[in-house]
């Protein structure tokens, strides 16, 4: 069975830093894609940035270009979101979603597999 579990949100005030990790089990497919989400209530859901195993890394918000980074440990089936200079409007659930496409994709409907969301609050 794949699992997706996320952690590493939190309360910080603005300009501080977090890293949101995303621990995937049960996924040994030959294509793998890792994407970052995240959601206010009442709004639609942003695409933040993908990596593939095998096609690289993508880039979609262009809010966050610069400030946030994704990247991997296959060692430890980690996915990673290093989020510096966090800012009040990055306040949202944090989500990660895989699934076995041969590149990454910023459509939501792409992704079988998502973790419960991790929460991230920034204050001024």
């Known amino acids: 069975e794949v699992q997706l579990v996320e952690s590493g949100g939190g309360l910080v005030q603005a300009g501080e830093s977090l890293k949101l990790s995303c621990v995937v089990s049960?996924?040994?497919?030959?294509?793998?894609?890792i994407t970052w989400f995240r959601q206010v209530a009442g709004k639609e859901r942003e695409v933040i940035s993908c990596?593939?195993?095998?096609?690289?890394?993508?880039k979609y918000l262009e809010p966050v270009e610069g400030r946030f980074t994704i990247s991997s440990d296959n060692a430890k089936n980690t996915v990673y979101l290093q989020m510096d200079k966090l800012k009040p409007e990055d306040t949202a659930l944090y989500y990660c979603?895989?699934?076995?496409?041969?590149?990454?994709?910023?459509?939501?409907?792409?992704?079988?597999?998502w973790g419960q969301g991790t929460q991230v609050t920034v204050s001024s």
């Open positions: 979603a895989a699934d076995a496409i041969t590149r990454c994709s910023p459509d939501a409907w792409a992704y079988d597999y």
């Open positions: 049960g996924f040994t497919f030959d294509d793998r894609a």
């Open positions: 990596i593939h195993n095998r096609r690289g890394v993508m």
